[in-house]
Each structure stands twice: as structure tokens, then as C-alpha cells.
């Protein structure tokens, strides 16, 4: 059984579930309980070292021994049971519900397609590629916005293979979405040094050394299966993905490498409802002692939040959008801290039309942890710009991780950066040249736009017409954080 054949027969029956309004991701939901269920089966059953995970009157055999609404009833009550369970199986199953509404074909889903299959003995490698397959598949059902939660593919590894991931290493992202940057570290460690992992190397690689935290449920159980298929965490023990605001609170713990691509989107908010039932939002301003500055701004808290989760000499590579490296006020206050205190020292200029967010202009931000010291730890920041005159879409011209071997080869992973070659994309700039730019600004741009000065270089219609629809959906999400606040501003000073 190959993972292509396996994505195809369950993507397949996708298309019946659409047109009694079950989303994409919803069914990749779903299709996360049937397929921990079974396995849980297949554990209980297995000849040698059986091991009972979910109670018998909640198993997936009185999935296939009911039928008809008694399946529809036994399903509902199968999700709330395991619902209250504690771990990995609390994760996965927290606030889940039954969106499947036509019990004949929950009857198909759980014979024809999920229980054919002998899922434990298919290797993580095939099961694991299947279900990041199909989470892909999801993230581009644009209603149900769930490509916020996915970071391109192609991205996800060039940042790794940066960062180089060793099995000794502590890794989070706290936010980790459907944890594609954990399983990206966790591949590279097999890949990389597999034969020579210890037996107490892999013990702590799938329990504990790899964490995440997500704040919406959902993604959260997608992001525990998807560990779960690839090897990481056991069904019975302690979650790996913590359900909860990364923001809320300082780290309890420490880590040698964060890798992140935090959510999009300005601010933190709270939603009020007054007395005569309006709705508003209130932003919410994260104050903590270990910030060096209190703002709503949600990307600026989580470079703090990212600085604070490092040990020292530990190292982190963060997706930010561009208002992150100009915004005054904290913003300023921020990149000051991270330039003097930490050594910032890579930063990757992102395209637009790699996200399934359209408009998105983003950076690649890569930085370490020191010891305290009186001058600066930053010496240089080497910026490579992979914006100007390139062009993706998602769908045309999609981003793959070719085009990104030059930044890899340029950062030189591994190697003393000292070595470092400066190249028409690739530029250094001192500390005191960072420091002395207007609120040490580093939204630097030192290349040309050869479409604006070649009118042989223009791009072809659907690629203009698709960063026009960009630039668009961000002026209008910007137009609506406006009205937004204004409206929250006019509530506040009239409450009657």
C-alpha cells in the first residue's frame, strides 16, 4: 500500500461528503477519530503486547456492529466519551463532534474505506505521507480557511535544512498549526542520523524532545494524529501538542531550537457582548515580565514569546510579515532588544503568492540566543531577497524547495558564518548601520524591479492579475482592522 493510492481512496470519498456540506477539513477531521479508533482496535487485538486504549463500549467494533441512527448515536457517543480522556487521546478528541449526517455513508466511511485497511502494520512513512497529503488537500479549500494553519511545504524544509536539527535538540513551535515544522525537524533527525540514533536518542525524539502548541482544537487533534502517524507520541501517554494561548503566559520550559510561522493577522482581540447584545472586539494587550514591550500586536508578542522560549545558544527561524520589521513604537522597542541581545543575523526576504493568505508579504527571521553582555551580539544581519522579481502562485507557479537552494547554499548551514559570500541577493549590514535607520527599520530593499524599466519583462496576465487580487485581499483586511477599531473606539466613548 502506497501513500498515493491511500490519498486517492480516501479522497475520493471526499467528493460524496461535499455535497451533504462537509468540508475538506472537516472530513480530514473526521477521518483523524475513525483512524485513531481502528488503530486503537488494531493495538487492543494484536498477538504480541496487546494494549487496551479506549474502553470497549467506546471501540471501533460498536462502530461495526451498529448501524443506521443507532451508528449515527453510537458515534456521537463514542466522541463524547473519549472526549474527557487525559493525553494524546484527550487532544485528538477534544470537543469533537459528529459532522458526518447521513448514517449510510458514516457506514461506508468506517467499512469500505477505513476498516479494509491494516493500519499498524503500514509503515509511518506511508500512513504519515498520507495524511500530510491530505491536510494539504485541505489547506486549499479556501472556505473553510484552513491554509492559515499551513506553512508551503517547500518553505517548511528550506528552513530546516537551515537550521540543521540534531537529536539532541529540545524543539517547539508554539504555534504549531497541523505541525508540519515538528515533523519536518523530526524527518531531517532520521535522515540525517538515523543509524546512529541511540536507543535513549529515539526514546526521548518521540516523547517529549518534540512539542507544540496550538491554540484552536481542532488544528490541535490534526497536529496530534499527524505526530502520532509519523511516529511521534504514543496514543496512551501525555499529548505532545498543548491546547492553549502560546501568549498567555512565560515558558515553563526552555528549548534549543523554535521553528514558527505564528497566525496572520494584526492583533489580539476579545470579544465583548453588551447589554443590548452588540458585539465588539476589545484588543488585548499582552503585558508579561519577561517582554520588553507590552503591545496588541500579535506577530510582535510572538518574536518576544520566540526570544523568551530559547535557551541560551539556542536558535530559532520565525515566518513574520513585513510590518514586523518597520512598525514604530514597541515594534522599534523590539528590534533593538533582538539586535543587542540575541544575534539576528539571517533574514530571508519571502514572495508573494506561497500562502494560502493571499497578499502575505512575509520574512524569514533567524536569530540566537546569548549570554548577557555589554555590546551587542548581532554583528551583522546577512539579507537575502527572494521578493523582488520573483512570482509565484499556488497554483500556476507554485513555490517548490528548488527554488530555494540558493538562500540554503548562501546561508552555508553548518558552517562559520564568517565564510559567508555576498551575492546579488545576498547582502550583510553591520549593526551600526541597522541601528543608525530610521526606528531601525529593517525592511531593506537594495534590488530593482526589471518589470517596471523592460516592458520585455513583464509578467504574463494571470500572475498580474493574481497579485493585484493579493494586494486587494490586503488592503481589504487592513480597511477592516480600520473599521474595526473604529467601531470598538465609538462604542467605547458612547456605551449607552
Given at each position: 500500500m502506497d501513500s498515493r493510492r491511500l490519498v486517492q481512496k480516501l479522497w475520493n470519498y471526499c467528493d460524496v461528503l461535499r455535497d451533504d456540506g462537509v468540508s475538506t477539513i472537516d472530513y480530514v477531521e473526521q477521518l483523524t477519530f475513525?483512524?485513531?479508533l481502528k488503530m486503537a482496535d488494531e493495538r487492543a487485538n494484536r498477538p504480541i503486547r496487546p494494549e487496551q486504549i479506549v474502553p470497549d463500549e467506546l471501540s471501533w467494533q460498536t462502530l461495526l456492529d451498529a448501524e443506521g441512527k443507532a451508528l449515527e448515536m453510537q458515534y456521537q457517543h463514542t466522541l463524547e466519551g473519549l472526549a474527557g480522556k487525559s493525553g494524546t487521546l484527550g487532544t485528538i478528541f477534544q470537543k469533537a463532534r459528529n459532522k458526518i449526517q447521513d448514517p449510510a455513508k458514516l457506514k461506508r466511511l468506517i467499512v469500505d474505506l477505513i476498516d479494509k485497511e491494516e493500519w499498524s502494520s503500514t509503515g509511518v512513512d506511508v500512513k504519515g505521507d498520507a495524511y500530510e497529503e491530505l491536510l494539504a488537500k485541505g489547506a486549499e479549500d479556501a472556505k473553510s480557511g484552513a491554509g492559515q494553519y499551513f506553512t508551503p511545504r517547500a518553505l517548511t524544509a528550506a528552513m530546516v535544512d537551515c537550521m540543521q536539527p540534531t537529536p539532541d535538540d529540545t524543539i517547539t513551535d508554539p504555534a504549531c498549526g497541523t505541525g508540519g515544522f515538528l515533523l519536518a525537524a523530526f524527518d531531517f533527525i532520521q535522515r540525517h542520523h538515523g543509524s546512529d540514533l541511540t536507543s535513549d536518542q529515539r526514546r526521548r525524539l518521540a516523547n517529549?524532545?518534540?512539542t507544540g502548541t496550538e491554540l484552536v482544537?481542532?488544528?490541535a487533534r490534526l497536529a496530534a494524529m499527524n505526530m502520532l502517524l509519523h511516529?511521534?507520541?504514543t496514543p496512551s501517554g501525555e499529548s505532545l501538542i498543548a491546547i492553549k494561548d502560546a501568549l498567555g503566559k512565560e515558558p515553563e520550559r526552555r528549548y534549543s531550537l523554535v521553528l514558527a510561522n505564528p497566525p496572520f493577522g494584526r492583533s489580539s482581540s476579545i470579544r465583548m457582548v453588551g447589554e443590548d447584545g452588540r458585539s465588539t472586539r476589545e484588543e488585548r494587550e499582552i503585558e508579561r515580565n519577561d517582554f520588553w514591550a507590552t503591545t496588541a500586536n500579535k506577530q510582535l508578542n510572538f518574536v518576544q514569546h520566540i526570544a523568551s522560549l530559547?535557551?541560551?545558544?539556542?536558535?530559532a527561524a520565525v515566518v513574520l510579515p513585513d510590518n514586523v520589521l518597520f512598525e514604530g513604537g514597541a515594534g522599534e522597542t523590539i528590534r533593538r532588544r533582538l539586535l543587542k541581545h540575541y544575534d539576528l543575523h539571517t533574514m530571508l526576504r519571502l514572495p508573494t503568492g506561497i500562502f494560502y493568505a493571499g497578499g502575505v508579504k512575509a520574512n524569514v527571521l533567524f536569530f540566537e540566543r546569548k549570554r548577557a553582555r555589554e555590546e551587542p551580539w548581532t554583528q551583522k544581519l546577512w539579507v537575502y531577497d527572494f521578493r523582488t522579481n520573483q512570482h509565484f502562485t499556488l497554483k500556476q507557479n507554485p513555490?517548490?524547495?528548488?527554488h530555494l537552494q540558493d538562500f540554503v547554499d548562501c546561508y552555508l548551514p553548518g558552517k562559520d558564518r564568517a565564510e559567508r559570500v555576498e551575492t546579488e541577493r545576498f547582502r550583510a549590514f553591520s549593526y551600526e548601520?541597522?541601528?543608525?535607520?530610521?526606528?531601525v527599520?529593517?525592511?531593506i530593499t537594495w534590488l530593482k524591479d526589471t518589470s517596471l524599466e523592460d516592458a520585455d519583462a513583464l509578467l504574463p496576465p494571470e500572475i498580474i492579475a493574481q497579485e493585484i487580487v493579493e494586494d486587494l485581499e490586503a488592503a481589504l483586511r487592513e480597511f477592516a482592522a480600520i473599521a474595526e477599531a473604529l467601531t470598538t473606539s465609538k462604542v467605547q466613548q458612547n456605551p449607552s
Amino acid at each position: 500500500m502506497d501513500s498515493r493510492r491511500l490519498v486517492q481512496k480516501l479522497w475520493n470519498y471526499c467528493d460524496v461528503l461535499r455535497d451533504d456540506g462537509v468540508s475538506t477539513i472537516d472530513y480530514v477531521e473526521q477521518l483523524t477519530f475513525l483512524l485513531f479508533l481502528k488503530m486503537a482496535d488494531e493495538r487492543a487485538n494484536r498477538p504480541i503486547r496487546p494494549e487496551q486504549i479506549v474502553p470497549d463500549e467506546l471501540s471501533w467494533q460498536t462502530l461495526l456492529d451498529a448501524e443506521g441512527k443507532a451508528l449515527e448515536m453510537q458515534y456521537q457517543h463514542t466522541l463524547e466519551g473519549l472526549a474527557g480522556k487525559s493525553g494524546t487521546l484527550g487532544t485528538i478528541f477534544q470537543k469533537a463532534r459528529n459532522k458526518i449526517q447521513d448514517p449510510a455513508k458514516l457506514k461506508r466511511l468506517i467499512v469500505d474505506l477505513i476498516d479494509k485497511e491494516e493500519w499498524s502494520s503500514t509503515g509511518v512513512d506511508v500512513k504519515g505521507d498520507a495524511y500530510e497529503e491530505l491536510l494539504a488537500k485541505g489547506a486549499e479549500d479556501a472556505k473553510s480557511g484552513a491554509g492559515q494553519y499551513f506553512t508551503p511545504r517547500a518553505l517548511t524544509a528550506a528552513m530546516v535544512d537551515c537550521m540543521q536539527p540534531t537529536p539532541d535538540d529540545t524543539i517547539t513551535d508554539p504555534a504549531c498549526g497541523t505541525g508540519g515544522f515538528l515533523l519536518a525537524a523530526f524527518d531531517f533527525i532520521q535522515r540525517h542520523h538515523g543509524s546512529d540514533l541511540t536507543s535513549d536518542q529515539r526514546r526521548r525524539l518521540a516523547n517529549g524532545a518534540i512539542t507544540g502548541t496550538e491554540l484552536v482544537d481542532g488544528t490541535a487533534r490534526l497536529a496530534a494524529m499527524n505526530m502520532l502517524l509519523h511516529g511521534i507520541g504514543t496514543p496512551s501517554g501525555e499529548s505532545l501538542i498543548a491546547i492553549k494561548d502560546a501568549l498567555g503566559k512565560e515558558p515553563e520550559r526552555r528549548y534549543s531550537l523554535v521553528l514558527a510561522n505564528p497566525p496572520f493577522g494584526r492583533s489580539s482581540s476579545i470579544r465583548m457582548v453588551g447589554e443590548d447584545g452588540r458585539s465588539t472586539r476589545e484588543e488585548r494587550e499582552i503585558e508579561r515580565n519577561d517582554f520588553w514591550a507590552t503591545t496588541a500586536n500579535k506577530q510582535l508578542n510572538f518574536v518576544q514569546h520566540i526570544a523568551s522560549l530559547l535557551e541560551i545558544d539556542g536558535r530559532a527561524a520565525v515566518v513574520l510579515p513585513d510590518n514586523v520589521l518597520f512598525e514604530g513604537g514597541a515594534g522599534e522597542t523590539i528590534r533593538r532588544r533582538l539586535l543587542k541581545h540575541y544575534d539576528l543575523h539571517t533574514m530571508l526576504r519571502l514572495p508573494t503568492g506561497i500562502f494560502y493568505a493571499g497578499g502575505v508579504k512575509a520574512n524569514v527571521l533567524f536569530f540566537e540566543r546569548k549570554r548577557a553582555r555589554e555590546e551587542p551580539w548581532t554583528q551583522k544581519l546577512w539579507v537575502y531577497d527572494f521578493r523582488t522579481n520573483q512570482h509565484f502562485t499556488l497554483k500556476q507557479n507554485p513555490l517548490r524547495r528548488e527554488h530555494l537552494q540558493d538562500f540554503v547554499d548562501c546561508y552555508l548551514p553548518g558552517k562559520d558564518r564568517a565564510e559567508r559570500v555576498e551575492t546579488e541577493r545576498f547582502r550583510a549590514f553591520s549593526y551600526e548601520e541597522l541601528i543608525a535607520r530610521d526606528k531601525v527599520n529593517l525592511d531593506i530593499t537594495w534590488l530593482k524591479d526589471t518589470s517596471l524599466e523592460d516592458a520585455d519583462a513583464l509578467l504574463p496576465p494571470e500572475i498580474i492579475a493574481q497579485e493585484i487580487v493579493e494586494d486587494l485581499e490586503a488592503a481589504l483586511r487592513e480597511f477592516a482592522a480600520i473599521a474595526e477599531a473604529l467601531t470598538t473606539s465609538k462604542v467605547q466613548q458612547n456605551p449607552s
